[in-house]
């Protein structure tokens, strides 16, 4: 099942004729059940954050920090949303697609598996830790650090 190509995915392009078809529809549409699953949770999570921070820190925080801070929690679920998109939804509806029998997608299986699914396996990881985030962004506010100096003698 693992064993068609080069790249350890598994068959995800099946037809009607093919043996683990059920066995790969079933777990398509458990991705995408899951995709949705998490899009929706991060969406609650951002608007419960958004309205609880602002209720329970207005009194403690000043109201430009608070929202600086919500606006990096947004943008954050934002990334992590569209990127999980971008990869998993062309994916789903590209494979039902091809087991539909409504298009030959058989090409573009090393694009999915060599692009498309790596990609997103690479960014993930820069967008759940803000550790990764913090050191890529250390030269940069270094570099920065550095032209503010260089323009004070300017």
Same mark, same amino acid.
């Given at each position: =099942?693992?064993?068609?190509?080069?790249?350890?995915? =598994? %068959?995800?392009?099946?037809?009607?004729? +093919?043996?683990?078809?059920?066995? @790969?529809?079933?777990?398509?549409?458990?991705?995408?059940?899951?995709?949705?699953?998490?899009?929706?949770?991060?969406?609650?999570?951002?608007? !419960?954050?958004?309205?609880?921070?602002?209720?329970? !820190?207005?009194?403690?925080?000043?109201? @430009?920090? &608070?929202?600086?801070?919500?606006? %990096?929690?947004?943008?954050?679920? @934002?990334?992590?949303?569209?990127? +999980?998109?971008?990869?998993?939804?062309?994916?789903?509806?590209?494979?039902?697609?091809?087991?539909?029998?409504?298009?030959?997608?058989?090409?573009?299986?090393?694009?999915?598996?060599?692009?498309?699914?790596?990609?997103?396996?690479?960014?993930?990881?820069?967008?759940?830790?803000?550790?990764?985030?913090?050191?890529?962004?250390?030269?940069?506010?270094?570099?920065?650090?550095? !032209?503010? &100096? =260089?323009?004070?003698?300017?």
């Amino acid at each position: =099942f693992y064993g068609n190509n080069g790249v350890c995915v =598994f %068959k995800y392009l099946v037809t009607m004729q +093919d043996p683990q078809r059920w066995f @790969s529809i079933t777990i398509l549409s458990v991705n995408f059940i899951c995709f949705l699953f998490i899009s929706v949770s991060y969406i609650v999570i951002n608007f !419960l954050a958004s309205g609880l921070s602002e209720h329970l !820190l207005r009194a403690t925080l000043p109201v @430009s920090h &608070l929202r600086r801070r919500n606006r %990096k929690l947004q943008t954050k679920i @934002s990334a992590i949303i569209i990127t +999980d998109f971008m990869c998993w939804i062309p994916l789903t509806v590209v494979c039902w697609s091809h087991f539909a029998g409504v298009i030959d997608a058989t090409s573009w299986s090393p694009v999915f598996s060599i692009v498309i699914l790596p990609i997103n396996s690479v960014i993930n990881p820069l967008l759940y830790d803000s550790t990764i985030t913090t050191v890529l962004l250390l030269p940069l506010q270094w570099g920065a650090g550095k !032209l503010q &100096l =260089f323009r004070g003698f300017i």
